[in-house]
């Protein structure tokens, strides 16, 4: 269980005559991407949130933006030192598996360097910090992943996440690093997301290819969001954070139809090996997530999941 004091959303300010609540500072980073929007979103009535944006300078109501390059030791410095935060969401990174692969010192600097400077800072002040790392640490051979099974990372960006994974638990062993799955849903205003480009075809009525031999166990930016918060108040070291069914990419096109009652869509089956692509791609990285079912963390089954989003008109 978590080693530095759990965050309780509200702390008391003593400073005046009269006692006053405030709200518990939460810095989340990447604020502008699809799980930092998902978390800024759910979570800022709860948390007073700063959130950093880096090249896409979006709005979110009720929520201080910061725009930062996270890149440099002295920016993240000067971040912690305006904010300081009683807790710290790490979603910030180069996300793109190809990106990485074809940029792969530029990326290093965001997906290694700044984590662990993050990790380093939250040590300093002794606050509850998650990182988020992804189900590419693995080669996808072995599936279902346990926390306790080894990482074999294929790709530039699998490797980084994992020599980020291990530099930010030595910096600061009280880390959460929540593994994210694929994750589905509303990306925001600024973030892209495998969601928006299938609902995207959809509409235009164009073809999309997607994967039969490629798996994961995908969850909802809203569940997810709340997946990082268990980790945040709960736990510390690794934690699995998937959804609750394994599917390929194909069969969630045609679920995510059935789901919009669309009859016809131009959903073409493909195999890996027809694709070419810079980063190699993982036939099966389903997370086992029993480790946080066990803390709470529920996700519904996909259809569920998805008929939520659509009555939330999210689309
Ligand atoms: N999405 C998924 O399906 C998925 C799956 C597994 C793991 N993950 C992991 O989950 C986390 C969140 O991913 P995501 O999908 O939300 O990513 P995303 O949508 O690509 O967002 C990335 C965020 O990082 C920010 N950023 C990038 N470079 C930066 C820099 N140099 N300085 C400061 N900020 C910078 C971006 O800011 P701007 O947009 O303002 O430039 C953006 O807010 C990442 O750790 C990712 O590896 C995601």
Redesign the pocket.
């Known amino acids: 269980m978590k080693g530095v004091e759990i965050p309780s959303l509200l702390k008391r300010d003593s400073g005046d005559e009269a006692d006053t609540i405030i709200m518990k500072k939460l810095l989340v980073?990447?604020?502008?991407?699809?799980?930092?929007w998902n978390i800024c979103t759910a979570a800022k009535n709860r948390w007073n949130i700063c959130g950093?944006?880096?090249?896409?300078p979006i709005r979110i109501d009720g929520i201080n933006i910061l725009r930062?390059?996270?890149?440099g030791f002295l920016e993240v410095k000067r971040i912690f030192q305006e904010v300081k935060p009683d807790a710290v969401i790490h979603?910030?990174?180069?996300?793109?598996p190809d990106y990485c692969q074809t940029h792969k010192s530029e990326t290093h600097?965001?997906n290694v360097d700044?984590a662990v400077n993050i990790a380093g800072l939250c040590a300093d002040s002794r606050v509850p910090f998650v990182f988020?790392?992804?189900?590419?640490v693995f080669d996808g051979l072995n599936p279902p992943y346990t926390e306790e099974a080894p990482v074999n990372p294929v790709s530039v960006y699998g490797e980084q996440?994992v020599l980020a994974e291990k530099k930010v638990l030595a910096a600061y062993p009280d880390t959460a690093v929540c593994r994210?799955?694929?994750?589905f849903g509303d990306?925001g205003p600024?973030?892209?997301?495998f969601f928006k480009t299938m609902l995207t075809a959809f509409k235009e009525d164009r073809e999309i290819k997607l994967f039969t031999d490629e798996f994961r166990t995908p969850v909802s930016g809203t569940t997810a969001g709340r997946g990082i918060f268990i980790a945040l108040e709960k736990t510390h070291g690794l934690l699995h954070l998937g959804g609750s069914e394994r599917i390929s990419r194909y069969d969630f096109g045609r679920l995510l139809m059935n789901v919009l009652q669309i009859r016809k869509a131009r959903i073409v089956q493909c195999s890996q090996k027809n694709v070419s692509m810079p980063a190699p791609r993982v036939p099966d990285v389903s997370l086992d997530s029993s480790k946080a079912f066990a803390l709470g963390f529920k996700p519904m089954s996909l259809r569920d999941e998805l008929e939520e989003i659509v009555k939330q008109g999210n689309l």
Request: net charge neutral; hydrophobic share 45%.
């Open positions: 980073t990447g604020a502008s991407g699809f799980l930092g950093t944006v880096f090249s896409n930062a390059d996270l890149t979603t910030a990174a180069a996300a793109s600097k965001i700044a988020t790392s992804t189900d590419l996440k994210m799955s694929l994750m990306p600024a973030a892209s997301s």
